[in-house]
Each structure stands twice: as structure tokens, then as C-alpha cells.
């Protein structure tokens, strides 16, 4: 009897031993399974915070734009320029294009549109246009607005304009009151055909 009592108690010793090893694996894989779901939740967030940061920084500017007017896309052509630095560039001498506008004015959703869609064609063939810059006039101050207009035309800002300035300070616009040159009447008001015009003369289309 005391054999036999000395096997049960070492069976039972084994067994418990048994079970305690199993439950301590039981517990370390558990352990590693909620390390491993943390890592994988961390890396997926980290993931979707990139991802987001990414796409707002990618677009910039070109998303405010897009938001404004709502015939442009993303990837429209347009980069927001201040006054301040409309006229450093002026000073500079540099060579661009400036659109004013606003999206209060009467068709300028049009007009975006169609400056945004033939410098995409025209650069697909290999026409180098630009670069474009978008001056938001509901951002000017009466001052700015009137220095500009002695500056450079008196009708300026009386609805959606392309001017491109050069080395010479030569301005042509597209606005209705502003340029004998591209009179909006001669077009039979339709903005497609005069800024074709007006990018085929600058450019030498």
C-alpha cells in the first residue's frame, strides 16, 4: 500500500506538473498573441495616418482650389499665389501666367475649366505652358486692388482674367472689359475659343 501510495502521489505530481507546463504555454501564447494583434493595430493605424497625412500634403493647394471651383479636379494646373508674391515676380521681371478670379464672378467656373482643360491638352502635345498661377481676388485688400488696376489696367477684377506677364511687362487678358484684344463678344461668349486664342498668340501655337 505504501508502493502504490507513493506511485499515485508521483502520477499526481507528474500530471500536475504536466498541467501546469501546458498552462504556462497557454499563457505565453496568449501573451504573444495580444503582443502581435497590438503590433499589427499600431502598424495598421500608423498606416492610415500616413496614408491621410499624404494625400493632404500631395495635393496641397490644388485640393483648395478644386473645392473653390467645382469643374476642377485635384490635378488641375493652378497653384495660389499672394499678392505679395504677384508682385515680387512682377519686379523680378519673371515670365507667368496669373488668373484672377473668384468664384462669385459670373462664369468663372467656366473659365477655370477651360484654362485648366487646354494647358493639360497642350502639354500632352508637347506645348510648354505656364506655370499658372491663381490669384484669389476676393483676398485682396481696396488698396491692392487699386494699385494693381493703375498699374496695369484700369478694368482689371471686373470679372475672371488670364494676363500673362513676360520680361517686357506685356499684359494680354482674356477679361470682358479688359483687353480690346480678347473681347469675350468676339468669341461669341464662349471661353473655350477665346483662351485657345489667347495661348495660341502667347505661345506661338
Not at 59 to 78: E, Q
Request: glycine content about 4%.
Amino acid at each position: 500500500m505504501i508502493i502504490g501510495d507513493k506511485m499515485s502521489k508521483k502520477t499526481n505530481i507528474n500530471k500536475d506538473n504536466r498541467n501546469n507546463k501546458v498552462n504556462k504555454e497557454k499563457k505565453e501564447h496568449t501573451k504573444f498573441e495580444k503582443i502581435g494583434a497590438t503590433i499589427i493595430f499600431s502598424i495598421g493605424a500608423i498606416l492610415i495616418i500616413l496614408t491621410i497625412f499624404l494625400n493632404i500634403n500631395y495635393h496641397g493647394d490644388k485640393d483648395k482650389i478644386a473645392k473653390r471651383f467645382d469643374s476642377l479636379t485635384y490635378d488641375n494646373v493652378y497653384t495660389w499665389i499672394s499678392y505679395d508674391d504677384v508682385m515680387t515676380k512682377l519686379d523680378n521681371l519673371e515670365d507667368f501666367e496669373l488668373v484672377l478670379v473668384n468664384n462669385k464672378q459670373e462664369n468663372s467656373n467656366y473659365f477655370v475649366y477651360c484654362v485648366d482643360a487646354l494647358t493639360k491638352y497642350l502639354e500632352s502635345n508637347d506645348k510648354e505652358i505656364g506655370p499658372i498661377y491663381m490669384l484669389y481676388t476676393s483676398n485682396l485688400k481696396e488698396d491692392q486692388m487699386k494699385l494693381f488696376k493703375n498699374r496695369y489696367n484700369k478694368e482689371l477684377f471686373n470679372g475672371p482674367c488670364i494676363i500673362h506677364f513676360g520680361k517686357e511687362l506685356k499684359s494680354y487678358s482674356t477679361d470682358l472689359d479688359c483687353s480690346t484684344r480678347y473681347k469675350l463678344e468676339n468669341y461669341k461668349g464662349n471661353y473655350y475659343d477665346l483662351i485657345f486664342a489667347y495661348f495660341k498668340n502667347n505661345y506661338n501655337i
